[in-house]
């Protein structure tokens, strides 16, 4: 492996992710990966890496990276103000970094997650088949930690997304679900708040994102069952206000499952930020 970054500044947090670690749910390790899986994509496609690469997934800048050796990268995800050695650079398309260059990723609006990607992908030792980090048995990177890559040469040319292409992070969401296993077990004011009415973004790490709004009510209180959650999966706590399940989070739950929303609207709820507002759609059975 080729050293290609140190960690000069951590921010609020970082972790390197490839596009999770399947087949092992069953023995209640989450699938991890991603958290907006367009823009992880989207950043490989860019670099013309093999499917399964990795990238370095951040949430609200903050970082800074010393570069150890050449190389060919691109930033995607949320718009951040990103600059190497002091000038601004764009995001959605190729950069080269030289031994000794300074990256540094500022403030972020407009989403609140970024991705950034070597040609060739990150690497690290996987485990269980994965190279995605999952904080609750790993840690993550922080001051001088080093990034390592592939011994590749740089893209000799600029790629990137045309402009009109770039997906747009809003502050007023509407996605997709569909009905949970325990839908009909709330009352139906509830169910009607749950469906017409908004919900705020008051916080949540990469297991889960909480939800302020109308609280949800049963239609009375019985035991529930654990049962399977994924990432999407909507639970209604004691205090009836919803959480989305993100990519950490456990596999089997025993809260209320109300909804689960679209996998293709997933990235959206993903670049939420704080007081960030979401609406729900039921999708026709």
């Given at each position: 492996m080729k050293p290609l970054l140190m960690v000069k500044k951590q921010g609020v947090y970082g972790s390197l992710q490839d596009q999770g670690r399947y087949g092992y749910r069953a023995y209640g390790i989450p699938l991890s990966g991603p958290m907006d899986k367009i823009s992880f994509r989207v950043a490989h496609n860019i670099l013309n890496n093999e499917k399964d690469q990795t990238s370095f997934e951040m949430f609200i800048?903050?970082?800074?990276?010393?570069?150890?050796?050449?190389?060919?990268?691109?930033?995607?995800?949320?718009?951040?103000?990103?600059?190497?050695?002091?000038?601004?650079?764009?995001?959605?398309?190729?950069?080269?970094?030289?031994?000794?260059?300074?990256?540094?990723?500022?403030?972020?609006?407009?989403?609140?997650?970024?991705?950034?990607?070597?040609?060739?992908?990150?690497?690290?030792?996987?485990?269980?088949?994965?190279?995605?980090?999952?904080?609750?048995?790993e840690n993550a990177l922080n001051v001088g930690s080093v990034l390592y890559g592939q011994p590749i040469e740089p893209l000799p040319y600029t790629r990137g997304l045309y402009g009109p292409y770039r997906p747009i992070f809003q502050t007023a969401l509407t996605v997709r679900i569909f009905k949970g296993p325990h839908f009909d077990l709330f009352t139906e004011e509830s169910k009607q708040h749950f469906?017409?009415?908004?919900?705020?973004?008051?916080?949540?790490?990469?297991?889960?994102?909480y939800l302020k709004g109308s609280a949800l009510q049963m239609k009375s209180r019985k035991d529930i069952l654990s049962e399977a959650t994924q990432y999407g999966t909507i639970q209604v706590p004691q205090s009836g206000e919803p959480i989305v399940l993100m990519a950490d989070a456990q596999t089997v739950g025993g809260y209320p499952i109300i909804a689960t929303i679209h996998e293709d609207d997933l990235h959206k709820v993903a670049q939420m930020r704080m007081f960030n507002t979401i609406r729900f759609a039921l999708m026709e059975e």
């Open positions: 800048g903050g970082f800074e990276f010393q570069a150890l050796n050449e190389g060919t990268y691109v930033l995607t995800g949320a718009s951040c103000h990103c600059l190497l050695n002091g000038s601004p650079i764009e995001m959605w398309k190729t950069f080269q970094l030289t031994k000794g260059d300074i990256l540094s990723i500022k403030s972020v609006n407009h989403g609140s997650i970024v991705y950034l990607t070597p040609k060739g992908g990150f690497q690290t030792e996987p485990i269980l088949g994965s190279k995605s980090c999952l904080p609750i048995v469906l017409n009415s908004p919900y705020q973004f008051t916080g949540g790490n990469r297991m889960g994102y």
